[in-house]
Structure formats: structure tokens, C-alpha cells
């Protein structure tokens, strides 16, 4: 069965510190990758993806992650948080042969001004 | 762009009731997926519609169900409702069908489910 572990349950930061949040997998087959983000009272939106090509991935807010297939990961980045990236974030994973998306269990970031 | 919309935003129930929930995806998606936000427990996947078809559905007992409608709307349905089932309901549109489909998910706001 596909899975998604995301490493951190809450993450606390101070502005301009560097995040990382880990996200692996266990799926063999050909999958695509996201992270999604969902800003306090607002839904679900999607930060960035990767489907092929670069394993380096840039999204919106200066945000980026890495696909490692060797290790089945997919680690979100940013060099300097904001207080406004105070979120919580989801790693997914999309099995193109089932069709269906597995979600991990989520990362709440908390950033103090 | 009108986004995707659920109705309602907020639904009580009692223990062995039914509820119904309702999705209109973005203009031109014709992929649906119903997804179950229980606190702590992260989404877990329910349901995924696609032109009309059930595809594929989650580890969830038979009296969650739904269907889709010609225009590509959707409906959740929960049949004898339990406690546990208290959690907020999600859908999310996506474009691309079979092959195509790329797993990119535009999410509404859910609906939000208190059984009593």
C-alpha cells in the first residue's frame, strides 16, 4: 500500500531561519509529487509540484523542494521564513496507475515574529 | 474563475442519520475526489469520480458513497451515521482523465460534519 511520512508534527521558527520539512514515500511505481499549503482559515492550495525532469523544484513564496527518488523524498525548503508562512503543509503523493492521491499527516509551521 | 464549492459549510447530525454533501468542481475539471479531514488524522482518501465513474475509493465502509453528475458535480453520501464520522469533509477537482490525469488538486473549503 502507498504511504507518505512527513518527519515533524509542529515545526517552530523564528523569522528568517531556514525550514525544512522531510516527506517520504513508499511507492515503487511512477508517481507524481506535491506539497500543499493551507494558510489559517483559508483551503487547501497547492505550494508546488514535480512530475519529471529537474529534480529541483521551485514554487510560490520562494519555496522549493527536492525529489531524491533513491531515497523516496521529497523535502520542502525555503532559505528564510516569514511570519506570514505560518501554515500547515502536506506532502502527496500521486500514483498515476491508481489514480489516487495519498496524503501525509501534515506539518504545522509556526513562525514568531 | 469561480473555484470549487461544497454545500453545506457547516451540517449536525444524530447517530444513525444520513448526510449529504455536495461538490461543484472548476468549470472544465471533470476529475472529483472526496477526501475525510478527522482531527489528527491527516486526509485520508474516500472517493474519486471521473467522467461519471467511480474509479477508486479509500478504505471506508460501503455506506460512504456517492455519484457524479453529468455536469461533473458531485455528492458524498453517509449513510447511519456514526460519531467518528465528525470530521470535515473535503473535494478537490483536478483536470485530466485516466492516463492524463496528473494528480494536481484544487481544493474547496469543506464541509464540516458534527455527529451527535
Known amino acids: 500500500a502507498q504511504s507518505v511520512s512527513q518527519h515533524n508534527h509542529h515545526v517552530i521558527l523564528s523569522e528568517a531561519a531556514s525550514l525544512e520539512l522531510g516527506c517520504n514515500y513508499s511507492?515503487?511505481?511512477?508517481?507524481?509529487l506535491f506539497w500543499y499549503v493551507q494558510y489559517p482559515g483559508q483551503h487547501l492550495q497547492l505550494l508546488l509540484k514535480?512530475?519529471?525532469?529537474?529534480?529541483l523544484v521551485k514554487g510560490i513564496k520562494g519555496f522549493e523542494a527536492e525529489f531524491i527518488k533513491s531515497k523516496f523524498s521529497f523535502n520542502l525548503r525555503k532559505p528564510s521564513v516569514q511570519w506570514s508562512d505560518t501554515a500547515e503543509y502536506f506532502c502527496a503523493v500521486f500514483n498515476t496507475n491508481a489514480g489516487k492521491s495519498t496524503f501525509g499527516d501534515g506539518t504545522t509551521l509556526t513562525v514568531k515574529p | 474563475e469561480a473555484g470549487v464549492t461544497q454545500s453545506p459549510t457547516h451540517l449536525i447530525k444524530t447517530r444513525g442519520q444520513q448526510a449529504t454533501l455536495r461538490c461543484s468542481p472548476i468549470?472544465?475539471?471533470?476529475?472529483v475526489y472526496w477526501y475525510q479531514q478527522a482531527l489528527g488524522l491527516g486526509l485520508q482518501f474516500l472517493l474519486w469520480?471521473?467522467?461519471?465513474?467511480?474509479?477508486n475509493r479509500g478504505n471506508f465502509p460501503p455506506r460512504f458513497s456517492g455519484r457524479q453528475f453529468p455536469n461533473y458535480s458531485s455528492e458524498l453520501n453517509v449513510n447511519a451515521l456514526e460519531l467518528e464520522d465528525s470530521a470535515l469533509y473535503l473535494c478537490a477537482s483536478s483536470s485530466g482523465t485516466g492516463q492524463g490525469a496528473s494528480g494536481e488538486l484544487f481544493f474547496g473549503e469543506g464541509s464540516r460534519l458534527t455527529v451527535l
Open positions: 511507492y515503487g511505481g511512477t508517481v507524481n
Open positions: 468549470s472544465g475539471h471533470t476529475s
Open positions: 514535480y512530475f519529471s525532469g529537474d529534480p
Open positions: 469520480y471521473d467522467e461519471g465513474e467511480e474509479r
